[in-house]
């Protein structure tokens, strides 16, 4: 059983189809052979966490002395202590995840919604570059809504 799922799954990470690994290696259906290689990624997967949750518990483990390492001079005062402490705080937040993500707004007049009416892919394409957000095919895409080269016509 552990070859054959084995070798289903080296046949479907070669870019076969579940009915071609069910017809080479002998599974009763296709939707057999799709259960068995999801049960071998799930428990890949369910490995890898844990190994990750382990790797995360012994670096904060590690953080954890250093810290303590350099409390003691950090609350007397010492700057190079005092510095090695937040580096070490915030290596430890990046570790568990605990920064907040940013939050970036683009807002109109007093504060509201953007107005937006009828424009040009070059009008939208402005605003978009504005937020700080370049468009990298800036000039490639000429089709206006009614998919048409924009001739102004979106009928």
């Known amino acids: 059983m552990a070859k054959r799922r084995a070798d289903a799954i080296r046949l479907r990470l070669a870019g076969m189809d579940f009915d071609t690994i069910a017809d080479r290696l002998g ?4 939707g057999a052979a799709s259960k068995d290689v999801c049960r071998a990624f799930d428990a890949f997967r369910a490995e ?9 518990e012994l670096e904060g483990q590690r953080l954890d002395r250093l ?3 350099a409390w003691t001079s950090a609350v007397k005062g ?7 402490v937040l580096k070490v705080i915030a290596q430890r937040s990046k570790l568990l995840g605990l920064d907040m993500p940013l939050r970036t707004e683009l807002s109109g007049p007093g504060g ?3 107005p937006i009416g009828p424009v040009s892919i070059a009008e939208l394409r402005s ?16 089709e206006d809504s ?3 080269p924009d001739d ?3 009928t």
Do not use: H
């Open 27 to 30: 599974y009763a259906s296709r």
């Open 48 to 56: 890898e966490e844990s190994a990750v949750e382990t790797w995360r």
């Open 67 to 69: 810290q303590a390492a």
């Open 78 to 84: 010492d700057l190079k202590a005092i510095e090695t």
């Open 112 to 114: 509201g919604a953007v």
């Open 127 to 142: 605003a978009i570059r504005i937020a700080g957000d370049p468009d990298p095919d800036d000039g490639e895409d000429t």
């Open 146 to 148: 009614d998919g048409d």
């Open 152 to 154: 102004g016509d979106d």
